[in-house]
C-alpha cells in the first residue's frame, strides 16, 4: 500500500502540473490510502514491537500527528476550506508534542540512542522547513492589487465626473434645455445614486479609520491603512442599516428599476459575493465601481439630450 500510494501520488502530482485529466482523483486516492490505510497498517506492525507503553503511546501521537500532516497537504492542494487550521495542527503536534515525546523515549534506550538523535534531527529540520512556509500574518498582496486597480479606476472616475460638469455647463447655457433635462426622472435617481454611494463610501471610512466625514469625502483607498479590518467592516455592513449590504443593493435594485425603461442606460451590477472580501480596501473599490458605473449612465442622458436639444435650436 506504501508503495502504491507513493506512486500514484507522483504521478498524480505529474499530471497536475500539466494540466492531465485525473490528476485530481490520482492525488486524493494516494493521500487518502496513505493516511488511512499505510500508515495505521505500519503503526499496528509497530505497536506489536514495542512492548512498553510509553512507546505505544508515542507511536499513536506520531500516526494522529502524520495523518494531520497528509490531510492539511491534500487539503492545500485541492484548495479546501479549513487547510491552514490542518496545516497548524499538524506543525504543532509534530513540534511541541511528537518531537518531545520521541526524543525522550528514545534517548533513554542505549540502543536506540543513536538512532533517535539522528531521526529527531531530521523530523526537526523538515518540520522547521514546514514551518518557513507558513504565513502566520494575512497577506496584504490583494490589497495592494486593489490599490493598483483603484489607483486607474479613481482617475477614470473623476474624467467622468468632469466631463459630466463640463456637460452641465454646456446646459445651463440653454435655459429652455438646462429646465427640460434636470427634470428628467432618470438623471435624479441618477444623482441620488451617485450622492447614495458617495455617503456609504464616506461613511465606512469615517467609522473604521476615526476621521470626520469632510475628511473622509476625499480620502482614496491607496490612502487607507492596510490593517485587519474585515471583521469591523462586516459587522457594519451587517448591523448598521444606512451603510448595510442589504440596503445598498435595495438601493441598487431600485435605481435599476428607474432607469429599466432606457435602454441607452446599463443597469449597476452588484450581488452578495461581491463582499465575500469584507476589507475596507475592497469594499470601498466595489462602491467605486457603482460610482463609475452611474456617472456612466449620467454622461449617457446628458450628452444624448444636450445634442438633441442643441440640433433642434
Same mark, same amino acid.
Not at 496513505?34 to 499496528?44: A, E, G, N, Q
Not at 514491537?49 to 507511536?59: C, G, I
Given at each position: 500500500?506504501?508503495?502504491?500510494t507513493?506512486?500514484?501520488?507522483?504521478?498524480g502530482?505529474?499530471?497536475?502540473?500539466?494540466?492531465?485529466?485525473?490528476a485530481g482523483?490520482?492525488?486524493v486516492a494516494a493521500?487518502?490510502v496513505?493516511?488511512?490505510?499505510?500508515?495505521?497498517?505500519?503503526?499496528?506492525l509497530k505497536?506489536k514491537?514495542?512492548?512498553?507503553?510509553?512507546?505505544?503511546?508515542?507511536?499513536i501521537l506520531?500516526?494522529?500527528?502524520?495523518?494531520?500532516?497528509?490531510?492539511?497537504v491534500?487539503?492545500?492542494?485541492?484548495w479546501w476550506?479549513?487547510?491552514?487550521?490542518l496545516w497548524?495542527t499538524?506543525?504543532?503536534?509534530?513540534?511541541?508534542?511528537f518531537?518531545?515525546?520521541?526524543f525522550?523515549?528514545g534517548?533513554?534506550?542505549?540502543?536506540?540512542?543513536t538512532n533517535?538523535i539522528v531521526?529527531t534531527i531530521l523530523?526537526?529540520?523538515g518540520?522547521?522547513m514546514?514551518?518557513?512556509l507558513t504565513s502566520l500574518?494575512?497577506?496584504?498582496?490583494s490589497?495592494?492589487?486593489? +490599490?493598483?486597480?483603484e489607483?486607474?479606476?479613481?482617475?477614470n472616475l473623476q474624467?467622468?465626473?468632469e466631463?459630466?460638469e463640463?456637460l452641465?455647463?454646456a446646459?445651463a447655457?440653454?435655459?429652455?434645455?438646462n +429646465?427640460?433635462i434636470?427634470?428628467?426622472?432618470?438623471?435624479?435617481?441618477?444623482?441620488a445614486?451617485?450622492?447614495?454611494?458617495?455617503?456609504m463610501?464616506?461613511?465606512l471610512?469615517s467609522k473604521?479609520e476615526?476621521?470626520?466625514?469632510?475628511?473622509a469625502?476625499?480620502t482614496?483607498v491607496n490612502?487607507?491603512?492596510?490593517?485587519?479590518?474585515?471583521?469591523q467592516?462586516k459587522s457594519?455592513l451587517?448591523?448598521v442599516?444606512?451603510?448595510?449590504q442589504?440596503t445598498?443593493i435595495?438601493?441598487?435594485?431600485k435605481y435599476?428599476?428607474?432607469?429599466?425603461?432606457?435602454?441607452?442606460?446599463?443597469p449597476?451590477?452588484?450581488?452578495?459575493? +461581491?463582499f465575500?472580501?469584507t476589507?475596507?480596501h475592497?469594499?470601498i473599490?466595489?462602491?467605486?465601481?457603482?460610482?463609475?458605473?452611474?456617472?456612466?449612465n449620467?454622461?449617457?442622458i446628458l450628452?444624448?439630450?444636450?445634442?438633441?436639444f442643441?440640433?433642434h435650436?
Open positions: 500500500s506504501g508503495s502504491i507513493s506512486i500514484c501520488f507522483m504521478l502530482a505529474v499530471a497536475k502540473y500539466f494540466h492531465l485529466p485525473g482523483a490520482m492525488i493521500i487518502v496513505f493516511s488511512f490505510l499505510f500508515l495505521p497498517v505500519m503503526i499496528t505497536l514491537e514495542s512492548p512498553e507503553n510509553r512507546h505505544k503511546a508515542v507511536l506520531g500516526l494522529i500527528t502524520g495523518i494531520l500532516g497528509s490531510m492539511s491534500l487539503f492545500k492542494l485541492m476550506p479549513g487547510a491552514n487550521v497548524m499538524s506543525l504543532v503536534s509534530l513540534l511541541l508534542l518531537l518531545p515525546a520521541y525522550f523515549t534517548f533513554r534506550n542505549p540502543v536506540l540512542k533517535t531521526t523530523l526537526l529540520a518540520g522547521a514546514m514551518f518557513s500574518t494575512t497577506s496584504n498582496s490589497s495592494i492589487a486593489i +490599490d493598483n486597480m489607483v486607474l479606476l479613481s482617475a474624467q467622468l465626473n466631463r459630466n463640463a452641465l455647463k446646459i447655457s440653454l435655459p429652455v434645455a +429646465d427640460a434636470t427634470a428628467l426622472p432618470e438623471l435624479t435617481s441618477t444623482r445614486m451617485l450622492a447614495y454611494l458617495q455617503n463610501r464616506a461613511g471610512i473604521i476615526n476621521m470626520p466625514l469632510e475628511k469625502m476625499k482614496r490612502e487607507l491603512p492596510n490593517s485587519k479590518n474585515w471583521s467592516v457594519i451587517t448591523n442599516p444606512e451603510l448595510s442589504k445598498l435595495e438601493n441598487v435594485n435599476n428599476q428607474s432607469i429599466a425603461g432606457n435602454r441607452s442606460l446599463c449597476l451590477v452588484i450581488s452578495n459575493n +461581491d465575500r472580501n476589507q475596507l475592497y469594499v473599490h466595489v462602491l467605486n465601481q457603482l460610482s463609475c458605473q452611474a456617472e456612466t449620467r454622461q449617457a450628452t444624448y439630450h444636450l445634442g438633441k442643441q440640433n435650436i
